[in-house]
Protein backbone atom coordinates (compact mmCIF):
# COMPACT_ATOMS: atom_id res chain seq x y z
CA UNK A 1 0.00 0.00 0.00
CA UNK A 2 1.11 3.55 -0.93
CA UNK A 3 0.34 6.40 1.98
CA UNK A 4 0.87 10.00 1.16
CA UNK A 5 1.68 12.75 3.70
CA UNK A 6 -0.28 15.46 4.23
CA UNK A 7 -1.67 17.83 6.88
CA UNK A 8 -5.56 16.90 6.24
CA UNK A 9 -5.95 13.21 5.98
CA UNK A 10 -9.64 12.96 5.66
CA UNK A 11 -9.80 15.70 3.29
CA UNK A 12 -7.24 14.08 0.63
CA UNK A 13 -9.13 10.74 1.46
CA UNK A 14 -12.22 11.95 -0.10
CA UNK A 15 -10.56 13.79 -3.22
CA UNK A 16 -9.16 10.72 -4.25
CA UNK A 17 -12.08 8.79 -3.67
CA UNK A 18 -14.34 10.65 -5.62
CA UNK A 19 -11.25 11.18 -8.49
CA UNK A 20 -10.89 7.45 -8.46
CA UNK A 21 -14.34 6.14 -7.82
CA UNK A 22 -13.47 4.58 -4.43
CA UNK A 23 -14.96 4.57 -0.87
CA UNK A 24 -13.33 6.41 2.10
CA UNK A 25 -12.99 3.16 4.21
CA UNK A 26 -10.91 4.87 7.33
CA UNK A 27 -11.08 8.44 8.59
CA UNK A 28 -9.84 10.09 11.08
CA UNK A 29 -7.32 13.05 12.26
CA UNK A 30 -3.95 11.03 11.57
CA UNK A 31 -4.78 8.82 8.97
CA UNK A 32 -7.29 7.72 6.33
CA UNK A 33 -7.86 4.93 3.89
CA UNK A 34 -9.48 4.69 0.69
CA UNK A 35 -9.98 1.26 -1.06
CA UNK A 36 -10.71 0.21 -4.71
CA UNK A 37 -13.92 -2.48 -5.52
CA UNK A 38 -10.95 -5.22 -6.26
CA UNK A 39 -9.46 -4.28 -2.63
CA UNK A 40 -6.45 -1.82 -3.98
CA UNK A 41 -5.97 0.62 -0.72
CA UNK A 42 -4.16 3.87 -0.94
CA UNK A 43 -3.52 6.20 2.70
CA UNK A 44 -2.91 9.11 3.64
CA UNK A 45 -1.25 10.21 7.11
CA UNK A 46 -0.93 13.79 9.07
CA UNK A 47 2.21 15.16 9.26
CA UNK A 48 2.59 18.21 11.38
CA UNK A 49 3.73 21.58 9.06
CA UNK A 50 3.25 19.38 6.07
CA UNK A 51 4.66 21.78 3.36
CA UNK A 52 3.93 20.09 -0.47
CA UNK A 53 6.59 19.65 -2.97
CA UNK A 54 7.04 22.80 -5.17
CA UNK A 55 6.19 21.36 -8.96
CA UNK A 56 8.99 21.81 -10.83
CA UNK A 57 11.48 23.34 -8.40
CA UNK A 58 14.78 20.69 -8.11
CA UNK A 59 15.29 22.56 -4.72
CA UNK A 60 12.22 20.71 -3.42
CA UNK A 61 11.94 17.65 -5.19
CA UNK A 62 8.70 15.51 -5.50
CA UNK A 63 8.48 12.42 -3.54
CA UNK A 64 6.34 10.52 -5.45
CA UNK A 65 3.63 11.38 -8.53
CA UNK A 66 0.46 8.97 -9.17
CA UNK A 67 -0.86 8.12 -13.06
CA UNK A 68 -3.93 7.89 -13.60
CA UNK A 69 -5.16 7.09 -17.64
CA UNK A 70 -8.30 8.75 -18.70
CA UNK A 71 -10.49 8.52 -22.00
CA UNK A 72 -10.71 12.50 -22.35
CA UNK A 73 -8.12 14.73 -20.89
CA UNK A 74 -10.01 17.53 -20.75
CA UNK A 75 -13.09 16.04 -19.05
CA UNK A 76 -10.65 14.32 -16.67
CA UNK A 77 -8.56 17.72 -15.92
CA UNK A 78 -12.60 19.75 -15.78
CA UNK A 79 -13.70 16.52 -12.81
CA UNK A 80 -9.96 16.66 -10.97
CA UNK A 81 -10.31 20.55 -11.00
CA UNK A 82 -14.16 20.76 -9.42
CA UNK A 83 -13.00 17.98 -7.01
CA UNK A 84 -9.78 20.90 -5.70
CA UNK A 85 -7.38 20.01 -7.75
CA UNK A 86 -5.18 22.56 -9.28
CA UNK A 87 -3.40 22.82 -12.90
CA UNK A 88 0.10 22.78 -12.73
CA UNK A 89 1.97 25.64 -14.64
CA UNK A 90 4.60 23.78 -15.61
CA UNK A 91 3.21 21.08 -18.35
CA UNK A 92 5.97 18.86 -20.23
CA UNK A 93 3.39 16.18 -21.10
CA UNK A 94 2.41 18.03 -24.63
CA UNK A 95 -0.67 16.55 -25.69
CA UNK A 96 -0.28 12.74 -24.04
CA UNK A 97 -0.93 13.77 -20.27
CA UNK A 98 -1.06 16.78 -18.08
CA UNK A 99 -0.23 17.58 -14.57
CA UNK A 100 -2.05 19.01 -11.61
CA UNK A 101 -1.77 19.46 -8.11
CA UNK A 102 -3.94 17.70 -5.36
CA UNK A 103 -5.60 19.78 -2.60
CA UNK A 104 -2.33 19.24 -0.84
CA UNK A 105 0.00 20.13 -3.48
CA UNK A 106 1.42 16.75 -4.21
CA UNK A 107 1.46 16.94 -7.88
CA UNK A 108 -0.07 13.50 -10.05
CA UNK A 109 -0.50 13.04 -13.91
CA UNK A 110 -3.84 12.42 -15.81
CA UNK A 111 -2.65 10.30 -18.86
CA UNK A 112 -4.37 9.12 -21.95
CA UNK A 113 -4.88 5.62 -22.20
CA UNK A 114 -2.60 4.28 -25.55
Given at each position: ????????????????AQ????????????????????????????????????????????????????????????????????????????????????????????????
Amino acid sequence: MVSLDCGDPAALARFYAQVLGWEVTHSQDEYAMITSPDGVSLGFGRVEDYQPPRWPDPSSPKRFHLDFYVDDLDKAQERCVELGASVAEFQPGGDRWRVLLDPAGHPFDICLKS
